[in-house]
């Protein structure tokens, strides 16, 4: 089972050193991967209201995180860089396939694109993108990404989409590169059917962000019942679950990882923040501890 860790985007702050510390660590312990976040801005709650902003406000601070992975492959070697996840139908379809096109060149072929569809309506109408209709779009976008990682010249006339003849240069280094889902979150465990819906049809992989209890279990099996009726094999989308480590010892750590196992999930990822410790340090010893606890057990 491949073990990755969640960069820790609200509690990392702005020193350079720091940040490569901790990426440059994680990558020592022998973690396969890390997941960076995505927000452009936060909202204010004076003004607006949603749950998630309990933890991403215009008070937390959150790399961008294309340039930071872009950074972070050039100070890592081995690790794959993954986005967790970015928001896709806020930003432009052709700009995202460039500059993930272009990591994955500097990175050698070390990027993850893990997308989703955001809960912020702040940021889409800021960025000049319709929120209403960012489910439908991202799947169409999604089509495009993989006609221009894969094509020397697109002709692509859809719904939202048009490109006349025209291609990458250059082409990125996986062809396509992998496009992962993110979905649900611990404000709204339970998402929208037409959310799994897409999972199903198109992702290379998904990394829920709910609760591996009966209720996951539950959206676990209608993802796969989704994925036969669309002629896919339940067994070729691989399922990633997340571990909070947080207000647990390692036998809490034991119990989630056993439980996202008995799910069917291929891997997982390590959330450090929330533990009230210092970063870089405090974040790595917990990383570290956990990588020891499951390296024990199995």
Not at 181 to 209: C, E, H, K, M, T
Not at 221 to 226: P, S, W
Request: aromatic share 8%; net charge neutral; glycine share 8%.
């Amino acid at each position: 089972m491949k073990i990755g860790a969640i960069f820790p985007q609200t509690e990392c702050g702005s020193d350079v050193k720091a940040l490569a510390e901790f990426a440059r660590g994680v990558e020592e312990m022998g973690y396969d991967h890390l997941f960076v976040a995505d927000h452009v801005l936060g909202a204010d709650p004076k003004f607006h209201s949603h749950p998630s902003l309990a933890n991403y406000s215009h008070e937390s601070p959150v790399h961008e995180a294309l340039t930071t992975i872009a950074y972070l492959a050039a100070i890592t070697t081995r690790i794959t860089l993954a986005t967790g996840i970015l928001i896709l139908p806020q930003r432009q379809t052709a700009l995202v396939a460039k500059q993930a096109a272009q990591i994955d060149v500097l990175s050698g072929g070390r990027l993850r694109l893990g997308i989703g569809v955001g809960w912020n309506a702040v940021e889409f109408e800021a960025l000049n993108e319709t929120f209403e209709n960012r489910g439908r779009r991202s799947a169409e976008q999604i089509a495009v990404l993989r006609a221009l990682w894969t094509e020397q010249v697109v002709d692509f006339h859809g719904e939202f989409h048009r490109i006349s003849h025209a291609g990458l240069n250059p082409m990125p280094i996986q062809r396509p590169i992998p496009i992962w889902f993110g979905v649900g979150s611990r404000d709204q465990p339970v998402p929208p059917d037409a959310a799994l819906r897409r999972i199903a049809r198109l992702a290379d992989g998904w990394s829920p962000n709910f609760t591996p209890d009966t209720e996951g279990r539950a959206l676990v099996a209608r993802v796969h019942q989704y994925a036969r009726e669309a002629g896919r094999d339940p067994a070729r989308l691989p399922l990633e679950g997340r571990i909070h480590l947080a207000g647990h010892n390692p036998d809490g750590w034991m119990k989630q990882v056993d439980a996202w196992k008995a799910l069917g999930a291929t891997s997982l990822i390590a959330e450090p923040r929330k533990a009230g410790v210092k970063f870089p340090d405090g974040h790595l010893d917990l990383l570290r501890r956990f990588k020891e606890t499951v390296k024990e057990a199995a």
